[in-house]
């Protein structure tokens, strides 16, 4: 997955603990390698605004950041307050930048085509947000549920068959 660099600080690690742990983890219901490490790694790539603020902010990085967090509440309560505050920061930030009748830009703030509504970025941004509401305990009051690659339940639920908690993905709340 990659370390850190001085140009991209852990963007790229925490990108590849999120297609590692959504590809396998989560599509066959499995325990991520250490919840608690992934979900503090991810919060610090979190506050990174080079990929938070600016022409950064895209539903890729914030994806990647909810998505450890989800899916390691589901194992842990450790860094349960700090995700939390995170993922309410980031839902207040994009809901306001929905266009009626365009959808969300990939890159809201971003002064080239990814600034501008598209499919792309409709599609990551609804993923993205439910699994924020998800997150924080309410995603019934999002009206909709992902489909498709972005479905939180597991494609075939490994741990349900061996464990009597398996992971369900979805809240515990």
């Known amino acids: 997955m990659g370390l850190p660099t001085p140009d991209e600080g852990l963007l790229q690690p925490v990108n590849g603990y999120y297609r590692l742990t959504r590809g396998v983890h989560a599509q066959f219901g499995l325990r991520p390698p250490d919840p608690d490490g992934a979900a503090r790694t991810a919060l610090a790539e979190g506050a990174d605004a080079r990929h938070f603020e600016g022409p950064g902010y895209n539903a890729c990085n914030v994806l ?3 998505h450890p967090l989800w ?9 349960r307050s700090h995700g939390e505050a995170w993922t309410r920061r980031h839902l207040a930030k994009i809901l306001d930048r929905w266009h009626d009748g365009e959808g969300f830009a990939f890159a809201p703030d971003h002064p080239g085509e990814a600034g501008t ?3 792309q970025g409709t599609e990551m941004w609804l993923a993205t947000i439910w699994l924020m509401a998800d997150y924080l305990g309410m995603s019934e009051a999002v009206g ?4 498709g690659i972005h479905r939180p339940e597991p494609a075939i639920d490994r741990a349900a068959q061996s464990s009597p908690r398996g992971f369900k993905g979805a809240s515990r709340a």
């Open 144 to 147: 909709y549920r992902p489909r």
């Open 71 to 79: 899916l390691s509440a589901h194992y842990s309560d450790k860094t």
């Open 64 to 66: 990647d950041v909810v």
């Open 117 to 119: 509504p598209s499919l």
